[in-house]
T-cell receptor, first 114, second 116 residues
Framework: DAMVIQNPRYQVTQFGKPVTLSCSQT?????MYWYQQKSSQAPKLLFH???????NEADTPDNFQSRRPNTSFCFLDIRSPGLGDAAMYLC?????????????FGEGSRLTVL | GDSVTQMEGPVTLSEEAFLTINCTYT??????LFWYVQYPGEGLQLLLK?????DKGSNKGFEATYRKETTSFHLEKGSVQVSDSAVYFC???????????????FGKGTKLSVKP
């Protein structure tokens, strides 16, 4: 059974039209992450939550926001998508925040911006 | 800044062939090193890891040794199977959060196709 579930798997939006991607987990993990993976590029960490504590990477654009209303769910909000935001968005979780904290990834949400 | 460079794919092999996927890194301090695998239609999964120099990570017949002197973490398997077809990502963790896997710096991935 899938443990990290992302919805939708495919999202098409128009330039400037807000979009929300969701991630849910059944693992009861403390930490949730959002990565952005553009075509033929390495996944790049956008931000993470340790419980309710939000940690933004320094180079994550302000256009990207996140919410974690409870342990199980985390959302990625893109306020005004541009063509350059077209990518695969990966959600991941880990029980702990350390070397032994193996990441568990969802299948990803592929965003297309028209 | 820290970075990971891995060989570009795609790599196409016949079943039972020997596999090497090269990975080198640049990092300050002493990062931990990882290989993640992404099978078709699935999310990334941890394949193996090494946390200090000379450590060897191994899983499912795959091995990689943390070589500090050459800043490398090459992935090897002696005999690949069709089921090994996937994209393989080399990654390191910087030390901002005590070596957490959360802030992984990934390579671009190498696609492996194994033919029967």
């Amino acid at each position: 059974d899938a443990m990290v579930i992302q919805n939708p798997r495919y999202q098409v939006t128009q330039f400037g039209k807000p979009v929300t991607l969701s991630c849910s987990q059944t693992l009861n993990h403390n930490v949730m992450y959002w990565y952005q993976q553009k075509s033929s590029q390495a996944p790049k960490l956008l931000f993470h939550y340790y419980d309710k504590d939000f940690n933004n990477e320094a180079d994550t654009p302000d256009n990207f926001q996140s919410r974690r209303p409870n342990t199980s769910f985390c959302f990625l909000d893109i306020r005004s998508p541009g063509l350059g935001d077209a990518a695969m968005y990966l959600c991941a979780t880990s029980r702990v925040f350390g070397v032994t904290g193996e990441l568990f990834f969802g299948e990803g949400s592929r965003l297309t911006v028209l | 800044g820290d970075s990971v460079t891995q060989m570009e794919g795609p790599v196409t092999l016949s079943e039972e062939a020997f596999l090497t996927i090269n990975c080198t890194y640049t990092a300050t301090g002493y990062p931990s090193l990882f290989w993640y695998v992404q099978y078709p239609g699935e999310g990334l999964q941890l394949l193996l890891k090494a946390t200090k120099a000379d450590d060897k990570g191994s899983n499912k017949g795959f091995e990689a040794t943390y070589r500090k002197e050459t800043t490398s973490f090459h992935l090897e398997k002696g005999s690949v199977q069709v089921s090994d077809s996937a994209v393989y990502f080399c990654a390191l963790s910087d030390n901002r959060y005590g070596g957490s896997q959360g802030n992984l710096i990934f390579g671009k991935g190498t696609k492996l196709s194994v033919k029967p």
